[in-house]
């Protein structure tokens, strides 16, 4: 008899955080006590329907024991030149290690430290049924403007079936690994990937504060949200 799929998380961890201004790879940028990713981590340690996490570092990454100490879950040192590349490369981690084609992968955000785990099992609630897979996110609720070279505004644009993807997102191995090597470091995202291929992931409604850390000004609005008792 064929076992049932099993869930596993990747992280891609191998940004350099430019746009941060943090002066080092901002995963490793300490919010509310402990590293970004440290938080990311947790968060995904919380979620018992994954089997195993794996984090994916540059080459050159020198931070992550100190800065994760006693991580118990998988590490591979193939983080590429994009975030599809890292990506790409732990897909080639998880199959070495075992990881089949019909199992799910939730590709998740170091950047995302705001991660609830009940925003994870939902995503695993409607993604389980369909084979198609989806990801996280949120409905756009601003106007939506496109702006010139000058910074002036272009157009609005309609924003009523307009949503802002978020991770996780999470597909089968095969199917994931087939969308982004067509697509290569031009997929931002893999649902955008897989979309290519003519499918359409399911939307499943998150929260605005599962933010990507992003820009300078980023840190504290998530260390504050961080606090204890804060997203609880
Ligand atoms: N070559 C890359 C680029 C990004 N990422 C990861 O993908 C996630 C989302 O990327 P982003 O927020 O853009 O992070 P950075 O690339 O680090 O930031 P920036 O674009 O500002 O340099 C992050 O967890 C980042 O570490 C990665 O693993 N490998
Ligand atoms: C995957 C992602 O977080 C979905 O919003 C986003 O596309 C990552 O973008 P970036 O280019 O790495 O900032």
Same mark, same amino acid.
Do not use: F, H, S
């Given at each position: 008899m064929t076992p049932p799929p099993r869930l596993f998380a990747l992280v891609p961890a191998a940004g350099v955080g430019e746009r941060s201004g943090a002066g080092m790879p901002k995963q490793y940028v300490d919010i509310a006590g402990r590293p970004m990713l440290a938080h990311t981590l947790a968060a995904l340690a919380a979620v018992p329907r994954l089997a195993q996490t794996l984090v994916v570092l540059s080459p050159q990454d020198d931070r992550f024991e100190a800065a994760v100490p006693g991580y118990a879950g998988w590490l591979a040192r193939v983080g590429g030149a994009s975030r599809a590349e890292s990506v790409l490369g732990g897909l080639a981690e998880l199959r070495r290690r075992g990881v089949g084609e019909g199992d799910w992968v939730l590709v998740h955000d170091a950047a995302r430290c705001l991660l609830r785990p009940e925003w994870v099992d939902a995503l695993?609630?409607?993604?389980?049924? *369909? +084979?198609? =897979?989806?990801?996280? @996110?949120?409905?756009?609720?601003?106007?939506?403007?496109?702006? *010139? +070279?000058? =910074?002036?505004?272009? @157009?609005?644009?309609?924003r009523r079936d307009k949503w802002a993807a978020q991770t996780p997102q999470m597909f089968r191995l095969g199917l994931v690994e087939r969308a982004l090597t067509a697509m290569g470091a031009a997929a931002t995202d893999e649902a955008s990937a897989v979309e290519a291929l003519g499918l359409a992931p399911q939307l499943v409604r998150a929260s605005m504060a599962n933010f990507k850390v992003t820009w300078p000004e980023d840190f504290a609005l998530a260390g504050r949200l961080l606090q204890p008792g804060c997203l609880a």
């Open positions: 695993i609630d409607a993604c389980l049924p *369909d +084979a198609v =897979g989806g990801l996280l @996110a949120q409905p756009v609720a601003d106007t939506l403007k496109a702006g *010139d +070279a000058q =910074g002036r505004v272009a @157009a609005t644009i309609d």
